[in-house]
Structure formats: structure tokens, C-alpha cells
T-cell receptor, first 116, second 109 residues
Framework: ETGVTQTPRHLVMGMTNKKSLKCEQH?????MYWYKQSAKKPLELMFV???????ENNSVPSRFSPECPNSSHLFLHLHTLQPEDSALYLC???????????????FGDGTRLSIL | DAKTTQPTSMDCAEGRAANLPCNHS???????VYWYRQIHSQGPQYIIH???NNETNEMASLIITEDRKSSTLILPHATLRDTAVYYC??????????FGTGTQLKVEL
């Protein structure tokens, strides 16, 4: 139990569907992250939020839309995805991500997404 | 560019110490060395991090060379459940982690 919970664990969707991934952290952290892990590739950082504000978008296509309503919850809204978007999507949180922070990130177990 | 170099794979006998090396010869003065591991079908798990002093916690020890150009993660008594991909990451302030391909550690009987 890492304190970071992701739902659903598995998701299969068609290219025209709209779905959302949810992440919730119970660690009292103020920073949250979305990562993508494709088969045989390293984790790629997608988005970073600090105190509910987006501080980084790593050139992610607009078909991925993040939402952070508060410091404990993070969503990734999906629409019109492509087959190459099939991957493991991981959420993480940390105390914060200010310039001088060195607190570790804690990860959930991810959502395995398959696009048909 | 992960900016660290690790062996692709290593084997270790159960009960023995697993010593995982990492080269980070261009590390900056304000960058920490973090170690994470990822067991199949799970998210990465934080293990330990350090700046220049050696560190130890309930999971592992981190030995950083005096010039900070390399480090070693030590699992003192490896078990089958320690089989995983181990990532060595250098990161400065701001918690921006760049994952590489890591070391696949296989612990065997």
C-alpha cells in the first residue's frame, strides 16, 4: 500500500470513447504527477501539478486532458485516443515540487489502458 | 537522456547481498541520487536517496563515492521478492525524475 490509489486498474476503450483515469493520494502531499509507460520504454513524465496548479506539460497531445481539483485528487480525461496510446499510466505524488524540494515521489500501481 | 548508466541485468543468489552499480559522472552539485524499483505490473517504489553521504534505511544502503560520480545500491539479504527493475536517477530540486531503462535484477534460489 503506497498511499496512492489509481482507478480503474485496467481499461479497454475504443478510439472514439471518452473515459477518465482517477488518482487519489492519502499522504498529505501537494504535488501530483502523471507518467506514461509504454511497452519496452522508460517512464515518460506527462504532467505536473503543484498545489493544484499545472506547472509542467511535457508536450502531451490535447487528447489527454488533466484535471486537479484539489491536492489529493488528479484525473486524466481521455478522448479520441490512438492505438499508440495503449500503455500503463502512472500517477505519483510528493510533498511538493518547489525548486529546492528533494522529497521522493510515491507511485500508484497504474491503469493499464488498451485502445482498440 | 537518463544521464545515468546502469548494467542491463544482474543475477543474485537469495540470501546474498545484491550490489547494484550506477554511474553518474556528470552529476551536478545540487543533484541527488534516487533509487526506485519496479516490480512487474506495479508502479515504481521509492527505495532511498542521497546527496553525498552514505544513507541507510530499512530497505537498502546507498554508497556514494567521494567524487559523487558513481553510487552503489546494496540490498543486504536479497529475497525472491526483490526481483525487479532498479532505476538509478539523478535529480535536482523540483523533483523532476527522468527514468532510464534501469537494471533488471533477478534473485534466484
Amino acid at each position: 500500500e503506497t498511499g496512492v490509489t489509481q482507478t480503474p486498474r485496467h481499461l479497454v476503450m475504443g478510439m472514439t470513447n471518452k473515459k477518465s483515469l482517477k488518482c487519489e493520494q492519502h499522504l498529505g502531499h501537494n504535488a501530483m504527477y502523471w507518467y506514461k509507460q509504454s511497452a519496452k520504454k522508460p517512464l515518460e513524465l506527462m504532467f505536473v501539478y503543484n498545489f493544484k496548479e499545472q506547472t509542467e506539460n511535457n508536450s502531451v497531445p490535447s487528447r489527454f486532458s488533466p484535471e486537479c481539483p484539489n491536492s489529493s485528487h488528479l484525473f486524466l480525461h481521455l478522448h479520441t485516443l490512438q492505438p499508440e496510446d495503449s500503455a500503463l499510466y502512472l500517477c505519483a505524488s510528493s510533498q511538493d515540487n518547489t525548486k529546492f524540494s528533494n522529497q521522493p515521489q510515491h507511485f500508484g500501481d497504474g491503469t493499464r489502458l488498451s485502445i482498440l | 537522456d537518463a544521464k545515468t548508466t546502469q548494467p542491463t541485468s544482474m543475477d543474485c543468489a537469495e540470501g546474498r547481498a545484491a550490489n547494484l552499480p550506477c554511474n553518474h559522472s556528470t552529476i551536478s552539485g545540487n543533484e541527488y541520487v534516487y533509487w526506485y524499483r519496479q516490480i512487474h505490473s506495479q508502479g515504481p517504489q521509492y527505495i532511498i536517496h542521497g546527496l553525498k553521504n552514505n544513507e541507510t534505511n530499512e530497505m537498502a544502503s546507498l554508497i556514494i563515492t567521494e567524487d559523487r560520480k558513481s553510487s552503489t545500491l546494496i540490498l543486504p539479504h536479497a529475497t525472491l521478492r526483490d526481483t525487479a527493475v532498479y532505476y538509478c536517477i539523478r535529480a535536482g530540486g523540483g523533483n523532476k525524475l527522468t527514468f532510464g531503462t534501469g537494471t533488471q535484477l533477478k534473485v534466484e534460489l
